[in-house]
Structure formats: C-alpha cells, structure tokens
C-alpha cells in the first residue's frame, strides 16, 4: 500500500470557520492532488501540486487554498467553511504525469 | 467539459453472474490516459487498472477484464463469476498527458452482488 496518510479522519466545525486537512506521503512522490466526492458527482479535483511550491487550481477549486512547502506534505484549506463544503475530501499522490494516483483514506468533513 | 459517463448508477446481481460495467469518455487529446478504482463500504480508494490511449489490448486479471474500444470512446469493465466481495462503488476515470494528469470521474456505479 501506498504510504498515505490524512489528518483529520473527521471533523465537524461550524460554517465561517478557518478549517485546513493534511496529506503527508512518505513515497516521495512529485504529484500531489485533492479530490472532494459527493454523491452523483464522483471525485472532483480542487487543487494540485507537481512539486514543492508549485500548485495549480482544479475544477472545483472555489473557497479552497493549498500549500506544499515539502514534498511529503500538501495542506488544503478552506478560509471560511460553508456547508456546500460538507464532504469526503480525498489526497491522492502519483509518480508521474501519466501514471495511476494512488488515494489516502479520506476525511469526512461537516460543516454545520 | 470533457465528460465521463458511467450511465448505469446501480447494478444488482446474484453470485456468480457476470457482469459489465460501462464507461464512456470524451477527449480531445491524442494521448490520454483511463482508469478504474474500486471503492469497497470501508470507503478507501483501491487502483484497478490503467491503460493508455495508444494500446488497445483487453486486459484480463483473474475475474476481471476490460474492453478498451477508441472507436466508441468507451472503456468497459467485466466482472466474471461474480462473489459477495466484488459488492463496492466503481469509478472509471480519465486523465490526460500533458495537464499533470488531472483525473476526472465518472459518477459510478454502485454494483450489489448477492448470495
């Protein structure tokens, strides 16, 4: 298995609160992503990185911000939660551009 | 936006009967990328398969097979004999060469096997 991990499992927090999710890898991979899933949609990409400081924006990146300052972690932040943010986030790491992307375990995130 | 279809939501089955789940993607690249994951009710993410646009081999692994066809832009997956186990939510994906392989989803397809 992949080395993935996510923190928090689960959170509920209250809308217009600060809330950030880690992804820590410990496979040294260069591609990093975040995905949301929510039912009938499947998973929808937020953000992405392909190496250390460099990001770019998903399909659905709206209300999100992320930050990777070190390989093995890629932090995703939501400024001021709303409940259209309720969701299961998943992180996902890739050996390249054109290879499977491996998923953490998910973090189910309310906001209520 | 470049789609991907996966036009049966639900699938119920009895053990042991096989079954095809149908995908069906749009793309303006020449070189693309598409895959199937696996989501059992624990909720992780399993990787199935990859395949790449320019080899069009079916692929066998045990009791799955996939049919790649580039000429109806579709990417289907079988499941032979099916048992209780195979009972998950079933994403096909699509990614693309040059934009970091940036997945998109179809909705899935949740498949229910039963004894």
């Known amino acids: 298995d992949a080395g993935i991990t996510q923190s928090p499992r689960h959170k509920v927090t209250e809308t217009g609160t600060p809330v950030t999710l880690r992804c820590h890898q410990t496979e040294n991979h260069r591609y990093m992503y975040w995905y949301r899933q929510d039912p009938g949609h499947g998973l929808r990409l937020i953000h992405y990185?392909?190496?250390?400081?460099?990001?770019d924006k998903g399909e659905v990146s709206d209300g999100y911000s992320v930050s990777r300052s070190k390989t093995e972690d890629f932090l995703l932040t939501l400024e001021s939660a709303t409940s259209s943010q309720t969701s299961v986030y998943f992180c996902?790491?890739?050996?390249?551009?054109?290879?499977?992307?491996?998923f953490g375990p998910g973090t189910r995130l309310t906001v209520t | 936006a470049q789609k991907v279809t996966q036009a049966q939501t639900e699938i119920s089955v009895v053990e042991k009967e096989d079954v095809t789940l149908d995908c069906v993607y749009e793309?303006?690249?020449?070189?693309?990328?598409l895959f199937w994951y696996k989501q059992p009710p624990s909720g992780e993410l399993v990787f199935l398969i990859r395949?790449?646009?320019?080899?069009?081999q079916n692929e066998i692994s045990g009791r799955y097979s996939w049919n790649f066809q580039k000429s109806t832009s579709s990417f289907n997956f079988t499941i032979t004999a099916s048992q209780v186990v195979d009972s998950a939510v079933y994403f096909c994906a699509r990614g693309s060469s040059g934009g970091y392989n940036k997945l998109i989803f179809g909705a899935g397809t949740r498949l229910a096997v039963h004894p």
């Open positions: 395949r790449n646009s320019f080899d069009e």
């Open positions: 996902a790491i890739s050996e390249g551009s054109s290879y499977e992307q491996y």
């Open positions: 793309t303006r690249d020449t070189t693309y990328y």
């Open positions: 990185s392909y190496g250390v400081k460099d990001t």
